[in-house]
């Protein structure tokens, strides 16, 4: 059992930033596709951005401020977010998808963000 794990949350005024951080116990970046989802209260937990092995996904709500990259020697993908927002405020999630392979992704335990106006 692959596990994800998460830091980096914490609390930020409006136009600040915050680097989120997930490290997971094993070397699954060459057959997993990492994520990063929020789950904001009262809403569906929703994908903000992802990174395969040679592209990235980016939601519309964050393209241009949030930034998701990869260090394979240190074996941690990371969630870099400027310009933060009061509606950027969720619980974000790391996530591990095996293409192919439904049923057998990982999820993080979650990393709280809060963006005050």
């Known amino acids: 059992q692959v596990q994800l794990v998460e830091s980096g949350g914490g609390k930020v005024q409006a136009g600040g930033s915050l680097r989120l951080s997930c490290a997971p116990s094993?070397?699954?970046?060459?057959?997993?596709?990492m994520g990063w989802y929020r789950q904001a209260p009262g809403k569906q937990r929703e994908l903000v951005a992802s990174?395969?092995?040679?592209?990235?996904y980016y939601a519309d709500s964050v393209k241009g401020r949030f930034t998701i990259s990869r260090d394979n020697a240190k074996n941690t993908v990371y969630l870099q977010m400027n310009s933060l927002k009061p509606e950027d405020t969720a619980v974000y999630y790391c996530?591990?998808?095996?293409?192919?392979?439904?049923?057998?992704?990982?999820w993080g335990k979650g990393t709280l963000v809060t963006v005050s106006s």
């Open positions: 996530n591990a998808d095996p293409p192919g392979k439904l049923g057998m992704e990982y």
């Open positions: 094993e070397s699954i970046f060459s057959t997993h596709i």
């Open positions: 990174i395969a092995v040679r592209s990235t």
